[in-house]
């Protein structure tokens, strides 16, 4: 039997047979599938209602994340909260987890820089992504940026050019993609950060009008 080179290995084998979300979670935290568990101080598992009707799904753990242990909690949170509350979403009701579940960064002085992870750790951490989507069965995908639009849509995904559209995908009834929230603080000046803003609140307008008539159709 070929044995499994290193580059292939996958979450996989981490996930027990028959798990329940918090047992998931809880194997999650023995992660070891790609060499990012010894960048990261912890593993930041995915965060919201059990049977929440919506998930949104970023690329990874930030600074703030890494060390809370919890995913948007830091400045990108923020901004996603500020964008929930105009386009009347509560945060109660969605779950919210990443493509990669460690922090990739690079050190520059004293500061932890984020570093975009590769398609080896995207693929070796998918499993788990895979396992949150099966348990929680959410009507409405929200993918942000493109590390999880491409990783869950396909390579030739352009975020840029399909954001703020129902998609047909069978990862759940509607699927959206739009920008991460991070995009838009570095936004290089106000009057850009204010349109960012406001394009990402329309997306999410999107989203809430998804989940409504969802609501209408199980009434």
């Known amino acids: 039997m070929k044995r499994q080179s290193k580059s292939q290995r996958t979450a996989a084998e981490f996930i027990p047979?028959?798990?329940s979300?918090?047992?998931v979670r809880?194997?999650?935290?023995?992660?070891?599938a790609c060499d990012l568990w010894?960048?990261?101080t912890q593993t930041v598992f995915g965060e919201g209602a059990r049977h929440a009707k919506v998930m949104f799904i970023g690329e990874q753990p930030g600074d703030k994340e890494d060390l809370a242990g919890?995913?948007?909690?830091?400045?990108?949170?923020?901004?996603?909260d500020k964008a929930l509350a105009a386009a009347g979403i509560s945060r109660e009701d969605i779950y919210v987890t990443n493509a990669v579940k460690h922090f990739k960064w690079e050190p520059r002085g004293k500061r932890r820089i984020h570093k975009k992870p590769n398609a080896l750790e995207v693929a070796a951490c998918r499993p788990w992504l895979d396992r949150e989507i099966e348990l929680t069965q959410p009507e409405v995908v929200v993918v942000m940026g493109a590390t999880a639009a491409q990783a869950l849509l396909g390579r030739q995904f352009k975020v840029t050019q399909q954001r703020g559209r129902l998609l047909d995908s069978n990862l759940a009834p509607h699927v959206i993609a739009t920008v991460h929230p991070s995009s838009i603080l570095r936004a290089p000046d106000d009057e850009?950060?204010?349109?960012?803003?406001a394009s990402f609140i329309?997306?999410?307008r999107v989203v809430a009008r998804?989940?409504?008539?969802r609501t209408r159709r199980a009434a």
């Open 210 to 213: 998804a989940m409504k008539q």
């Open 21 to 23: 979300l918090d047992e």
């Open 38 to 40: 010894k960048l990261g």
């Open 70 to 80: 919890k995913p948007f909690v830091g400045p990108a949170g923020a901004v996603l």
């Open 26 to 32: 809880r194997a999650a935290a023995g992660c070891k």
């Open 17 to 19: 047979p028959g798990a």
């Open 192 to 197: 850009t950060r204010h349109a960012e803003m």
């Open 202 to 204: 329309d997306d999410l």
